[in-house]
Structure formats: structure tokens, C-alpha cells
T-cell receptor, first 115, second 114 residues
Framework: AQSVSQHNHHVILSEAASLELGCNYSYGGTVNLFWYVQYPGQHLQLLLKYFSGDPLVKGIKGFEAEFIKSKFSFNLRKPSVQWSDTAEYFCAVNSDTSGTYKYIFGTGTRLKVLA | EAQVTQNPRYLITVTGKKLTVTCSQNMNHEYMSWYRQDPGLGLRQIYYSMNVEVTDKGDVPEGYKVSRKEKRNFPLILESPSPNQTSLYFC?????????????FGDGTRLSIL
């Protein structure tokens, strides 16, 4: 079955620490990959996306993600987190083979950054 | 301002009392979708619509109905709500230009079914 896994459910970091959040998917064929962020009490906002080309994609607020096709992974990274990065992060996938109108989201990772 | 608007933002109601959550977007997007967000389960897609009068089931459609009579509106209908539909609901829209288009999300509707 098609799925998206985010193995880190809760992450606590101090300011200036580096961040890496894992995302693995199980899909065949061409995939489109997204990372969304949800700040407390707010709606989801797009951080970055990958659909083709350079597997290292840069998003807003200093975030980046690397698509590694052989590992079915799309991990999110940030070299130095800030207190304002405290939020929940969701990885999402849709696939040309499963129908490009259906989206599968991971269960989310809650990040807490300590000032 | 480009936005997806959901109403109501909060609703407490009782089992079996029909309710509708409205969703409207002002970006002329063809694609719209409904999700529910539950702790530990992330977002799960309920229904989506590729265009007016074209809808299809997502992963958790049971107990829900949708309609798409106009391009801008995509209401979610709970004909006979039950407590297991207590959740946070999000509506989203995107351009139909390609599956790589990002979705724009509304602010969410928190439903409590007693």
C-alpha cells in the first residue's frame, strides 16, 4: 500500500542546533514530494516541493530537502533552527501512478525549539 | 488576497444532527480537497474534486458527502455526524496545471460531535 512515514514524532532542539526530519515513502513511478509546516493554531503552509530536476531543493526560511530516489526518502534539513521554527512538519506525496489528485500525508513531526 | 475560507471555524454539535462546513476559494482553482487531521494520524484525505461536478473519494470518505456545483465552493456535508468524526478539518485548493502544484489550505474547522 502507498504510504508516507515520518519516523520522528517529536523532536526537541536548542536554538542554533541543526535539524533533520526524516520522510520515507512507498510509491512506484513518478512522485511529487512536499513539505508543509503548521505553526500553532494556523493552517498548513508550503515549505518546499520537489517534482523533477535537482534533487536538492531549497525552500522558505532556510529549509532544504534532498530527494534520494534509491532510498525513497525526502528528508528536511535546516542548518540552524530558531525558536520561531517551533511547529509541526508534514511530508506529503502524490504520484502519477496512483492518480495525481490523491495526496498522502505523513503523520507529522512536532518540533519544539528551546530558546 | 488569495485565500481559502472555511466556515465555521469551530462547531460543537450532537450526534445525528446534519451539518455542513463550507469552503470557498478566490483563486479560480480547479482542484479542491478536504482533509481531516487527527493526533498521531496526520492529515487524511476525505474527498477531492478536479473541477465542477467532478468529485472522488479520498482515503477516508465514509460518513461524508461533498458537492461541487460552482468552481469556488466545495462544501463538506455530514448527514448524520457521529463522535468519531470529531476532528480538525482542512479544505485546500490548487491549480489544475499539474500534480506538482502546491495546495493552499484554509484555516481549519474544529468539529466536536457529542
Amino acid at each position: 500500500a502507498q504510504s508516507v512515514s515520518q519516523h520522528n514524532h517529536h523532536v526537541i532542539l536548542s536554538e542554533a542546533a541543526s535539524l533533520e526530519l526524516g520522510c520515507n515513502y512507498s510509491y512506484g513511478g513518478t512522485v511529487n514530494l512536499f513539505w508543509y509546516v503548521q505553526y500553532p493554531g494556523q493552517h498548513l503552509q508550503l515549505l518546499l516541493k520537489y517534482f523533477s530536476g535537482d534533487p536538492l531543493v531549497k525552500g522558505i526560511k532556510g529549509f532544504e530537502a534532498e530527494f534520494i530516489k534509491s532510498k525513497f526518502s525526502f528528508n528536511l534539513r535546516k542548518p540552524s533552527v530558531q525558536w520561531s521554527d517551533t511547529a509541526e512538519y508534514f511530508c506529503a506525496v502524490n504520484s502519477d501512478t496512483s492518480g495525481t489528485y490523491k495526496y498522502i500525508f505523513g503523520t507529522g513531526t512536532r518540533l519544539k525549539v528551546l530558546a | 488576497e488569495a485565500q481559502v475560507t472555511q466556515n465555521p471555524r469551530y462547531l460543537i454539535t450532537v450526534t445525528g444532527k446534519k451539518l455542513t462546513v463550507t469552503c470557498s476559494q478566490n483563486m479560480n482553482h480547479e482542484y479542491m480537497s478536504w482533509y481531516r487531521q487527527d493526533p498521531g494520524l496526520g492529515l487524511r484525505q476525505i474527498y477531492y474534486s478536479m473541477n465542477v461536478e467532478v468529485t472522488d473519494k479520498g482515503d477516508v470518505p465514509e460518513g461524508y458527502k461533498v458537492s461541487r456545483k460552482e468552481k469556488r465552493n466545495f462544501p463538506l456535508i455530514l448527514e448524520s455526524p457521529s463522535p468519531n468524526q470529531t476532528s480538525l478539518y482542512f479544505c485546500a485548493s490548487r491549480r489544475q496545471g499539474g500534480s506538482n502544484q502546491p495546495q493552499h489550505f484554509g484555516d481549519g474547522t474544529r468539529l466536536s460531535i457529542l
